[in-house]
Each structure stands twice: as structure tokens, then as C-alpha cells.
T-cell receptor, first 111, second 112 residues
Framework: AAGVIQSPRHLIKEKRETATLKCYPI?????VYWYQQGPGQDPQFLIS???????DKGSIPDRFSAQQFSDYHSELNMSSLELGDSALYFC??????????FGPGTRLTVL | GENVEQHPSTLSVQEGDSAVIKCTYS??????FPWYKQELGKRPQLIID?????GEKKDQRIAVTLNKTAKHFSLHITETQPEDSAVYFC???????????FGKGTHLIIQP
């Protein structure tokens, strides 16, 4: 069965640079979620989109923004990167806010 | 917002024995409680979930119980196997919210 796709899988950036992470949900899933997981920590909810509209907001920094496009894929844009932004970023998708299935994640390293 | 407490942080059991992980939540409006298994560097994988209108759910060796009055839910794994070794996270979704609030995780170690 098709799963959530995330790209890139690994990303290395310098401080103050920008990064864009992409997420392609499972086909026919209409809701996308973004989570951030630091080393040894639990996933922290950042933001979600339902039918291309922002539906819930968690602990997303003002330096980050996200959107969902007409084909339901989503992008997380991160600016003015800080060392503390180094983490695994997971995208999850669901059908109408039901069970969330996680993608493989993007490992972001900020140097 | 929702707050989820998870215990224990580390659990070591002999292969073949049972393991129990417990979570409590704070928001009485929460209505959905999934459990995820995560291996190092990998994605969280859903292993079982329960909704607030159900008290217990079982899937082979895995079961989850929910006590809405006490705002408490638990994961039970029977006949543990070496491949059960991983970090397990409980989570809750509050009423009207989309995002999951996770517990801090339990590192389950299966001793051969």
C-alpha cells in the first residue's frame, strides 16, 4: 500500500538559512499534519491542514510557515534556521482527521 | 491544552512475559487515543488505537484499555518477543483538535 512520502530525507543547512520540506500524503487522504521530534523526545505537533485550509496549530515558531496545495501535498517552510531546529520532521496524513499515518521523516541538521 | 503523562520511562521484561504501559490525560474532551511504536531513527508506527466510546480493544498480542472517568489508558503486550523492543508512545487528541499530544515515551527492552 502507498505510504506518506517526504523529501528530502536528509538536509543540512547553516544557521540563518532557509529550508523547505515536502510531504505527499497517502492517496485520498485530505488532512496533513507536521510534527517535530528532537533527539530522545516525543513528537511535537506543529500544524495541520484539511482540504487545503489550516485546521489546527500547535507549537510552530513564527519563523516557520506551511501550506497545502491543490494536489494535497504540503510544504513546511523554515526560515532563519537556528541550531535548535535540528530535529526529525515528520509529516502524517489521514482521511478526514481519522487515524494518522506517519511518513519516514526528514532529518534536518543545522550547523 | 492537553497534557499526557506516560509511565514507566523504561521497562525491561523477560521474553515471553507481559508488558504494561500506562498513560493519563488531562482534557476530558479528548476522544481518540492511539499508541505508536518507534524504532531508532524510524517513523512512529501505529500499533493500536481506541476511541472514547470504547473501553477495550484487542489485536492479537496487543490490547488497550480506556477509563474515561479516571482519564487513564493502558497498553498491554502479551508473550513479548525480541522484535517488540522499541520506544512506545501513547497520544491523545483533544476535542476539536487535530494534532496529537504525545507522552514522553517508554523504552521497552525485551531480555532474551
Amino acid at each position: 500500500a502507498a505510504g506518506v512520502i517526504q523529501s528530502p530525507r536528509h538536509l543540512i543547512k547553516e544557521k540563518r538559512e532557509t529550508a523547505t520540506l515536502k510531504c505527499y500524503p497517502i492517496p485520498r487522504h485530505d488532512t496533513v499534519y507536521w510534527y517535530q521530534q528532537g533527539p530522545g523526545q516525543d513528537p511535537q505537533f506543529l500544524i495541520s491542514f484539511y482540504e487545503k485550509m489550516q485546521s489546527d496549530k500547535g507549537s510552530i515558531p513564527d519563523r516557520f510557515s506551511a501550506q497545502q496545495f491543490s494536489d494535497y501535498h504540503s510544504e513546511l517552510n523554515m526560515s532563519s534556521l537556528e541550531l535548535g531546529d535540528s530535529a526529525l520532521y515528520f509529516c502524517a496524513s489521514s482521511a478526514s482527521t481519522d487515524t494518522q499515518y506517519f511518513g519516514p521523516g526528514t532529518r534536518l541538521t543545522v550547523l | 491544552g492537553e497534557n499526557v503523562e506516560q509511565h514507566p520511562s523504561t521497562l525491561s521484561v523477560q521474553e515471553g512475559d507481559s508488558a504494561v504501559i500506562k498513560c493519563t490525560y488531562s482534557d476530558s474532551a479528548s476522544n481518540y487515543f492511539p499508541w505508536y511504536k518507534q524504532e531508532l531513527g524510524k517513523r512512529p508506527q501505529l500499533i493500536i488505537d481506541i476511541r472514547s466510546n470504547v473501553g477495550e480493544k484487542k489485536d492479537q498480542r496487543i490490547a488497550v484499555t480506556l477509563n474515561k472517568t479516571a482519564k487513564h489508558f493502558s497498553l498491554h503486550i502479551t508473550e513479548t518477543q525480541p522484535e517488540d523492543s522499541a520506544v512506545y508512545f501513547c497520544a491523545a487528541r483533544g476535542g476539536g483538535a487535530d494534532g496529537l499530544t504525545f507522552g514522553k515515551g517508554t523504552h521497552l527492552i525485551i531480555q532474551p
